[in-house]
């Protein structure tokens, strides 16, 4: 019998190169949820789905104990618990799986389970479709709002209380997700953003999930693409401003130019600047021409109504700024000659009036960055889905956190 159970593990982890699935393709997640950091993950038949983009992994991969329990196939619904009234309990991820619950605190199984669901959420049926947790006061109390079909359940931590509610304007919820303090309902390979106290939806949904909550190229000519890239969830590649206060920023394929007054252009990088094509690591701006890092070089434009290559580019990252590339953000200061590169979480300057340039002044900043830019109210740090204003560069490297703001809502004007 042991021998058994070993072969058919050995025979369910194994898969041909087909059967992993293509997150791009339109397929339907099987649960939704964040890790205690705040980064996605989403499941599909036993697969794990990190961030917003990026290959499959075997689930098990993360969390082991579901191969020991033999439920590979699927998760039917998973949520991570915001519960602060009991902080031993605040912050694991919770799944449900037929008849059983599963909760893991930094991707270890915690003891005692897995344990039945109506054990821990009396009155919570089995074989879920979705669950998503709702703390106060986004609820009246801490909750979970549990779906099964078209019934609505909502679970009452403090009182254990079931309450059945009806959300008439929303669709059966195949998985659901709470995401900087908004949700969301997944039907198939849409989305709709509802309110989790009345169920309504409000807006125009529902919408593609692969335009907001995954970075897939164009796929459809019916969508949106300026709200695609004003609203999406995936990260800035690269983000920059220049001396007429116009924006401009870079995720995936494509590139985004927010003018001065307000105006939100989206085109694909390879049109715009033909020579970097895609995936951006950094960009700058420096005496009113345009840099864009790309793996180990560096490319740079004149800024206009075409965006022209200047003589003698690419160069080599350690060429251009004296630093072995890739690099993960750059940015300048109107009033300074340097450009400054961050790598990691260590940043350096470089004098590009240097006939030689290197990178020194090596010292460490509050965090890593996914983007950076400097303009004349300070410099501004994207790291995932939120940005940080800091007043001056000094303040980088002091250890009083800023005020974190949304990039889709205050960046780009989005509505959520």
């Excluded at 499941?43 to 590979?72: I, M, P, V, Y």
């Excluded at 699927?74 to 919770?94: C, G, K, S």
């Excluded at 953003?193 to 907001?212: I, N, Q, S």
């Excluded at 345009?290 to 690419?314: I, Q, S, W």
């Amino acid at each position: 019998i042991l021998l058994l159970s070993h072969i058919m593990k050995l025979l369910t982890k194994w898969r041909s190169p087909a059967a992993v699935p293509d997150r791009c393709q339109g397929i339907e997640m099987d649960a939704v949820t964040v890790n205690e950091d705040g980064i996605p993950y989403f499941f599909h038949s036993g697969f794990l789905f990190k961030g917003f983009h990026g290959a499959a992994e075997r689930a098990n991969e993360t969390f082991t104990e579901l191969d020991e329990h033999q439920h590979l196939g699927h998760v039917d619904a998973a949520f991570r618990l915001h519960y602060e009234d009991h902080p031993t309990e605040h912050n694991n991820i919770i799944f449900f799986l037929d008849t059983q619950i599963f909760s893991y605190y930094q991707h270890k199984l915690e003891g005692g389970y897995p344990k039945n669901i109506s054990e821990v959420y009396p009155g919570i049926p089995d074989h879920l479709d979705a669950a998503v947790e709702c703390p106060k006061p986004e609820c009246e109390e801490d909750s979970v709002i549990f779906f099964k079909g078209d019934e609505i359940f909502h679970f009452n931590f403090k009182t254990k209380a079931v309450e059945m509610k009806e959300f008439t304007s929303m669709p059966n919820c195949t998985s659901a997700f709470r995401f900087m303090e908004h949700y969301y309902c997944f039907h198939g390979h849409n989305f709709s953003k509802f309110d989790p106290k009345t169920g309504e939806v409000h807006g125009r949904y529902p919408k593609e999930a692969r335009d907001f909550f995954m970075r897939c190229s164009k796929f459809s000519d019916d969508s949106d693409h300026v709200e695609r890239e004003r609203c999406s969830r995936a990260h800035l590649d690269a983000i920059t401003a220049d001396n007429e206060g116009d924006m401009f920023a870079f995720r995936g394929q494509s590139f985004i130019c927010k003018e001065v007054n307000d105006t939100l252009k989206v085109e694909p990088i390879e049109l715009t600047f033909k020579e970097v094509k895609s995936d951006v690591d950094a960009a700058f701006t420096f005496k009113d021409d345009l840099y864009l890092v790309k793996d180990e070089h560096v490319f740079a434009y004149r800024v206009g109504e075409n965006h022209t290559l200047l003589d003698g580019y690419p160069k080599t990252v350690k060429e251009e700024l004296g630093i072995e590339g890739p690099i993960d953000s750059a940015f300048s200061c109107d009033e300074h000659q340097h450009v400054h590169v961050v790598k990691g979480q260590l940043m350096y300057d470089v004098d590009m009036a240097a006939s030689e340039r290197n990178a020194t002044n090596e010292r460490s900043i509050m965090f890593p960055s996914d983007a950076a830019m400097c303009g004349p109210r300070g410099v501004t740090l994207v790291k995932g889905n939120h940005f940080y204003h800091f007043d001056t560069l000094k303040l980088l490297f002091s250890r009083a956190v800023p005020e974190r703001h949304q990039v889709s809502l205050e960046l780009f004007g989005c509505d959520h």
